[in-house]
């Protein structure tokens, strides 16, 4: 069975896309990620395109915890009745608005910069709904889908993988000029740990947080 997607593509930095991904399952939606406040108006207007509308967004799936995923969380939670799912390990980062909350501690330049751009304003901050971590199952949600957890990029880093064969892999894989790892990284050895991990499944799309979706082949060849 096809599954069918929405892309919602808004720029991030430096003309650098992110997406966030509605996908249809059956009378309703799910949202994986959400893009962040300030294209607020892109998604709304996407999501009423597609027929997203308060009532039938079953869930909200966040893959991690930064800005640019989880911007607009607390906003269409309010506005669409709907749960807002991520792992644990990343929850503290929504809840205060600092993207370093359980990573590597920055310098002293790098965190004031991070803290002026890159952060969590106190309207968009929140606690998640409903943890999740290694295995949870969405059918309850009527999304034959399971998470994997695959930090590295944040300990706290999902990806979902459909029944049948769709990764949806946040920021551990990109595809702004060629599939590749993702370039943001905080834990390498766990960040090469999730990438080998993706071996033992099997995968056809990949549906990257930054990028266009691509194959796994076309990542292997990239990868040569």
């Known amino acids: 069975m096809t599954l069918e997607v929405n892309i919602i593509t808004t720029p991030f930095i430096l003309n650098t896309p992110v997406n966030c991904y509605l996908v249809r399952v059956g009378d309703g939606f799910i949202l994986i990620d959400t893009a962040k406040a300030g294209k607020r108006a892109t998604v709304e207007k996407a999501l009423e395109s597609a ?32 749960k807002i799912a991520m792992h644990d390990a990343d929850s503290g980062i929504v809840e205060h608005g600092d993207m370093f909350q359980g990573r590597a501690k920055p ?58 064969g769709d990764l949806f892999c946040g920021d551990l894989l990109a595809n ?15 960040m090469n740990a999730s990438v080998e991990r993706l071996r033992s499944f099997e995968i056809n799309t990949v549906y990257p947080g930054h990028g266009k979706p691509f194959s796994v082949e076309q990542f292997t060849a990239a990868r040569r």
């Open 51 to 82: 027929g997203c509308r308060p009532g039938n967004l079953k869930l909200i799936i966040l893959t991690h915890g930064d800005f640019d995923h989880c911007g607009n969380a607390a906003y269409l939670r309010e506005k669409f009745g709907a």
């Open 107 to 164: 310098n002293v330049l790098v965190k004031a910069m991070s803290g002026l751009f890159f952060r969590l304003g106190k309207p968009d901050r929140f606690k998640p709904d409903l943890l999740i971590t290694e295995g949870y199952n969405f059918s309850e949600y009527g999304f034959d889908a399971k998470v994997l957890h695959l930090p590295g990029h944040s300990k706290g880093h999902i990806g979902i993988l459909t029944a049948g």
């Open 176 to 190: 702004t000029n060629k599939p590749e790892v993702w370039s943001l990284v905080d834990d390498p050895a766990a």
